[in-house]
């Protein structure tokens, strides 16, 4: 197989995109909106998973898939609305490596739990949408992370077996899906969850200029503070 063979897979939210208080913000209203107050606990459980797999833990199991849809609709409307008035800054690092890695001939692509039209949304404020071969939304798997689907189907499209994939993530739910799809994963933690990637940073911006490449061909990685690979193979 070729050395050329290769893919890089992006997350969009956390890993792309500061998001995180849009989102707390839209559902804080659509909760309110709803007579249910929502707690921080719960919002951080929503991190990396489709609306449809933890609503029900906040409205309860009476919940029917309409009254489901009803909501996490309105809460995404209201998160697209917040994304195009206000704008949207993209995390250290993530537009740099974006850019490096399309001039070093990387095919990339967007595996995202949210729906298409925030990718959408959050692409055109960030002024990356010529940046991506391939975009998977939650419209195009039936199953969201952990389950691999939307990374296999990302490289799928990419036309890259998924050993020469890298997915950049940084919710526990993405990256247990990319060690499940059998590619190699970077770990953005900024929160000090400590997640188990192949590689964690706490920035992009930390990265080697061959990082990418060094992690695909399974070379070990160093930056000011030592070591950046885990254990996770090791200790598993």
């Known amino acids: 197989m070729a050395d050329s063979l290769r893919a ?6 956390g890993t792309l995109v500061d998001s995180e208080h849009y989102h707390r913000l ?18 951080q459980t929503s991190f990396g998973r489709r609306n449809a797999t933890f609503l029900p833990e906040w409205l309860g199991t009476d ?13 995404e409307a209201y998160y697209r609305d917040l994304v195009r008035r206000r704008g949207c800054s993209a995390l250290p690092g993530a537009v740099e490596w974006v850019k490096r890695l399309g001039a ?16 959408e949304a959050v692409l055109e404020a960030l002024q990356l949408q010529g940046w991506f071969q391939a975009i998977v939304a939650a419209e195009d798997v039936a199953v969201g992370k952990p389950d691999p689907d939307v990374f296999l189907v990302t490289a799928g499209r990419l036309g890259v077996p998924p050993e020469r994939c890298i997915v950049v993530e ?14 190699r994963c970077i770990a953005v933690d900024r929160a000090g969850r ?11 911006a930390e990265l080697p200029l061959d990082a990418f490449s060094r992690l695909l ?11 950046l690979w885990t254990e996770r193979k090791q200790n598993a």
């Open 8 to 13: 890089v897979l992006w997350d969009l939210d």
């Open 26 to 43: 839209a559902w804080l209203a659509t909760m309110d909106a709803e007579g249910i107050p929502l707690t921080r606990a719960q919002f």
């Open 63 to 75: 919940a029917g898939e309409a009254e489901i849809q009803r909501i996490a609709d309105r809460k």
């Open 104 to 119: 070093e001939g990387w095919p990339q692509g967007i595996a995202s739990s949210a729906p298409r039209l925030n990718v």
């Open 170 to 183: 940084d919710a526990a739910a993405g990256i247990e899906a990319a060690h499940r799809a059998g590619m």
């Open 194 to 204: 400590r997640p188990e990637g192949d590689l964690v940073v706490t920035s992009l």
């Open 217 to 227: 061909a399974g070379i070990g990685l160093a930056g000011n503070g030592g070591s």
